[in-house]
């Protein structure tokens, strides 16, 4: 099996030690997979922790046990357990993370926020803003805001930003929270054109969405996260 | 959620760290300042200690820069030879001159890393004289150099930091600081005594020079803001013990301990 995200007996729960150690489960033998070239789409109603797994495979959230498995430059490293300087590298050359918002870093230009992963992971600025040029152009985002932060943008243009920060690496793993929320059609198809084009780079994806449509059109698998429900 | 992170941890070719704290202790009297601290900072590495005033980060910062002796414990060091060398052994001679050399120290009150009545110029200067520069256009061309990437006027060069505003003053401590190309920098609380838009320039301004000159840091702030902009791991410090440690998002964004939680939960909403 050359799985490239491999979750095993996940499980999560929240101390709440400001309101008197409320302990608060959040999911339980949390268990899929992902091949390469591959979308997971995670369903369930809102609460019932697709968010939260998604951060479980960042890094963001710890897991108390179970193991979240990434094939990472050939060999599988525990995400539960690794060490900070090891999540930190695999985010660089192995997992990427589109959000719903953009953190936009004060003061840099659009242009440059998007080109960044491929600048850190050694292309050529002029190369990489290149690319980021054709992406923000593939999304509407017109020549003349390239300049500019995106910190002053609408928030349709900074998910746009975001989508495509998110999508112009070559990163073998990708996850998707929500990539589509407030986008209009034309920009939704796009986001889509560009799921389509990272499966058959042989990307391993795992998405949050909540819109029907796109669901289908760029699922190859649903998970339903309420069978890992915690009970209460 | 997550700064994709610029830094580049493991091009910097080196697993071996180059600062590792041992148990450092430090008692004053009766009272335990600091208890039995040990971590290991990497290359490029972005360590945040966290805590509230009296939890020992500062009694901390100022043991791994090797200004305080530790009650126990040790600091090791490895210098620019790649000899790892313990902080105590180091004569009062070696120790100035890695500090003059390889490490950084930007004070939260930037009198006490500037000379005031001398121009900006000589600030910057100063430390390229002390490690062996002498020749005067040379001196003055880097120094200028220096003060254009902090983003001060060159026009300014000539003049003493005392009729600077303080965002300024700040800036021209980190490019006195930095001149020399350290290789780690200790920062207690960079930020603490401006303005809030100030502060933003010059963290802004930090994070990029951090990930462009590949610097480890080790920074001392009670803002967590600050440590998560900046940070790759953070430490929180409480009763001068460490109580919970990792990667910075992770900490603040799922923080395990009481003390964290209430920490993390008394950032006022952006």
């Known amino acids: ?232 | 959620m997550v700064d994709q992170d610029l830094a580049d941890l493991d091009t910097l070719g080196s697993d071996q760290p180059l600062l590792v704290a041992q148990s450092l202790s430090k008692s004053f009297g009766r009272i335990a300042a600091c208890r039995d601290v040990s971590f290991a900072l990497y290359p490029g590495e972005v360590l945040a200690i966290v805590g509230e005033s009296g939890s020992g980060k500062s009694t901390l910062l100022q043991m791994l820069s090797g200004q305080l002796a530790p009650s126990a414990g040790h600091v090791s060091y490895r210098m620019r030879d790649g000899v790892t060398r313990d902080l105590t052994t180091l004569g009062e001679a070696e120790r100035r001159f890695l500090f003059r050399t390889d490490w950084g120290f930007v004070h939260q009150d930037p009198a006490q890393g500037l000379r005031m009545a001398v121009s900006a110029g000589a600030n910057v200067g100063e430390r390229l004289m002390a490690v062996g520069w002498n020749h005067y256009g040379r001196i003055r061309e880097t120094a200028s150099d220096w003060l254009t990437r902090v983003e001060i006027d060159v026009a300014r060069i000539d003049d003493a930091p005392r009729t600077y505003s303080g965002g300024m003053r700040q800036r021209l401590q980190i490019a006195r600081n930095l001149v020399t190309e350290p290789r780690l920098v200790f920062m207690d609380e960079p930020t603490g005594g401006l303005d809030v838009s100030v502060q933003a320039r010059l963290l802004d301004l930090v994070r990029s020079l951090v990930a462009e000159l590949h610097l480890a840091v080790i920074i001392v702030t009670h803002d967590l803001a600050v440590a998560r902009l900046l940070s790759h791991r953070v430490m929180v410090m409480k009763g001068g013990r460490v109580i919970e440690t990792g990667l910075t998002d992770q900490v603040l964004d799922d923080p395990r301990e009481p003390y964290t939680q209430l920490l993390v939960s008394s950032i006022l909403p952006p």
């Not at chain 1, 979308?39 to 046990?65: H, Q």
């Not at chain 1, 060999?75 to 589109?98: C, F, H, M």
């Not at chain 1, 986008?183 to 058959?200: I, Q, T």
Request: aromatic share 4%; glycine share 8%; hydrophobic share 45%.
């Open chain 1, 1 to 232: 099996m050359t799985a490239m995200i491999d979750v095993a007996d996940a499980r999560k729960t929240f101390t709440m030690h400001l309101q008197g150690g409320i302990e608060l489960p959040v999911v339980r033998g949390v268990t899929f997979h992902v091949n390469p070239g591959e979308c997971v789409v995670l369903s369930g109603p809102s609460g019932a922790g697709k968010s939260s797994i998604l951060k479980m495979i960042f890094g963001n959230y710890r897991c108390d046990s179970g193991r979240i498995g990434i094939r990472h430059r050939g060999t599988v490293v525990d995400l539960a357990t690794a060490e900070p300087r090891q999540v930190l590298n695999i985010r660089r050359s192995t997992i990427g993370y589109v959000s719903q918002f953009l953190r936009a870093v004060p003061r840099v230009a659009t242009i440059d926020v998007v080109a960044e992963p491929l600048i850190v992971n050694g292309l050529a600025r002029p190369d990489a803003q290149h690319r980021a040029g054709a992406l923000l152009h593939r999304l509407s985002i017109p020549e003349r805001l390239w300049q500019l932060p995106p910190a002053t943008f609408s928030g349709g243009e900074q998910q746009r930003v975001n989508i495509a920060r998110g999508f112009i690496s070559d990163l073998p793993v990708l996850l998707l929270d929500e990539p589509t929320a407030s986008l209009d059609a034309a920009n939704r198809a796009v986001v889509v054109e560009l799921v389509a084009e990272k499966k058959r780079q042989g990307v391993a994806m795992v998405a949050i969405v909540h819109d029907d449509e796109i669901r289908h059109l760029i699922a190859d698998r649903i998970v339903d996260v309420t069978s890992f429900a915690a009970a209460a």
